[in-house]
């Protein structure tokens, strides 16, 4: 990769500045317009010094860099001037076809990013083009689960329109409690977690999340809205999952497992080890015994008695109590089967 240069080589206060650093300075000023060297030098880990000596090294290598004083001021590139981004190496190639586009789920979202996929690759050398056919050859990417998730996402398209648009957002909701309600909000917007997709809004009662697949008759309005200047997306889920996480009540229980138990409940629930006071009695040699928290009391029911005699409750004595109640219905019900009784009257 060449550097910038100015005849002599991007050189400031002594110090030669990394190319790697200043394409990036590049591509981030191309990318998102208007920047401050503080959001630059917290992209980049670096300090806003350096990212001062950068933009004067680009300036010096007459890249167009402008910078604009005020409140909203900062660093801007000509509109008119772009940069050729360098060709993509074989990890990053590799990376690119791994998240493709079958890892979407949806037909039509899916649809678009193949086509996007394709001109990509089309626009590599044929070197790389034809590694990539034998990569994607051997790859394949299978995004429905075993088990059937009921994700509608037949609003999707109509949010993505109104998120990239920036136009007011109208649609009926159901909330997790059944409750119907209309809204209209400021699509700020969207998140993908997992197979479920959540839209971000600006509603009259201030920063809401919806989940897509809850949403009816959802339509882009021709009103449109301003935009919060600092809103930062990542910033936002990652505070409102976090206060979530916090608000969320969890019913923890002490449970002796079986080694193969243990490996399946890693899938369920979160759980960490535990020392067992001498009041609670021996367990199993080779068992462990673990904290184990649950959403609520009903699923960890659920959970240990499907493991069956591969689990022993300990604690809390209560939830111990139940499901040993709960065994012994069950072993009187086995005794009161259809097979049985039939047996009985011939």
């Known amino acids: ?107 039509r979202l899916a649809a678009a990013a193949e086509s996007a996929l394709n001109k990509v690759m089309a626009a590599l050398p044929a070197p790389m083009r034809e590694q990539a056919a034998v990569m994607r050859e051997r790859l394949h990417v299978d995004p429905t689960t075993w088990w059937e998730t009921g994700e509608d996402l037949s609003m999707l398209s109509v949010v993505q329109d109104a998120v990239a648009r920036e136009r007011q957002l109208a649609f009926d909701y159901v909330r997790a409690d059944g409750q119907r309600s209309a809204r209209t909000v400021d699509p700020l917007g969207l998140v993908a977690k997992g197979t479920s997709w959540y839209l971000v809004a600006r509603a009259p009662g201030g920063l809401r999340t919806f989940r897509v697949s809850r949403m009816t008759g959802a339509a882009a309005l021709a009103s449109g809205f301003d935009r919060p200047p600092k809103f930062d997306l990542a910033q936002y889920w990652a505070r409102a999952t976090a206060e979530l996480e916090g608000k969320r009540k969890r019913f923890s229980v002490t449970l002796a497992l079986a080694p193969g138990a243990a490996q399946m409940l890693t899938t369920r629930c979160p759980m960490s080890p535990v020392e067992l006071s001498a009041s609670a009695g021996p367990v199993p040699e080779g068992w462990l015994t673990v904290r184990a928290e649950f959403d609520d009391e009903a699923f960890a029911r659920f959970v240990v008695l499907g493991l069956g005699r591969r689990a022993q409750a300990i604690e809390p004595a209560d939830f111990r109590r139940s499901i040993h109640e709960e065994a012994r219905q069950v072993a009187a019900q086995a005794s009161r089967s259809p097979e049985k009784n039939s047996s009985a009257t011939a």
Not at 50 to 78: C, F, K, M, N, Y
Not at 90 to 107: D, I, K, N, T, Y
């Open 1 to 107: 990769m060449e550097k910038l240069q100015n005849g002599k080589g991007v050189l400031q206060g002594g110090e030669t500045v990394k190319s790697d650093r200043l394409l990036s300075v590049l591509l981030l000023l191309q990318a998102r317009g208007r920047v401050t060297e503080r959001e630059l030098a917290e992209r980049l880990e670096v300090s806003q010094r350096t990212i001062h000596r950068d933009l004067e090294a680009l300036s010096a290598s007459r890249v167009p860099v402008v910078a604009l004083r005020g409140s909203q001021g900062g660093w801007e590139l000509d509109k008119d001037w772009r940069t050729q981004v360098p060709g993509l190496d074989e990890s990053e190639l590799r990376a690119l076809l791994m998240a493709q586009p079958r890892v979407v789920g949806h037909s």
